[in-house]
């Protein structure tokens, strides 16, 4: 039986040169026998929320402090994913018994008027893996794989996320070969 890797941070290794997903961490929403579903969060994409909210008419607070948008993945990137710690009662929600994602508007609407939830990022389309294909990759030493740690996701700026990922684990990439392992 293979390993599924839910609630889980994908982090690239070196030899990854697609363009989307150089330098990049994912946050494994969804990991299963029929694919997986990630957001990546680790690359602003210069939007504000603020921006964001006057570009779908939700009327707002001040929200200039809110966490940067980044973005999610090649796919849907017109559309929005907030990723979030707290499990609520949004209309689209995805959970995985650790963090949610919701897609609906509503959340939106709970964000501008701060009764949304208190950890969460804001991210603009979303990366998806057929069956077995997440696992080929990784059986190529594509990416390192840690737990989900809502410091790094949450309170970590998105530039400084992939660095203090790999901190966190001790491992110095310039220490790898192209077809290094960790």
Known sequence: ??????????????????????????????????GAMGLIINKPVGMTLTELLDNSGVPHNDVSSEPELVFGGPVMRERGFVLHG??????????????????????????????????YQICLGYAGWDAGQLEQELAQNAWLIVPADADLVFATPPYERYQKALDRLGVDLTQLGAGGTA
């Open 1 to 34: 039986m293979e390993p599924f890797f839910s609630h889980h941070l994908l982090i690239s290794m070196p030899q990854m040169t697609d363009a989307y997903f150089a330098q990049s961490i994912v946050y494994l929403v969804r990991h299963d026998s029929d």
């Open 86 to 119: 707290l499990l609520g009662g949004w209309d689209s929600t995805l959970n995985n018994d650790a963090w949610g994602v919701t897609t609906s508007k509503d959340i939106l609407h709970s964000i501008a008027q701060k009764q949304g939830p208190e950890q």
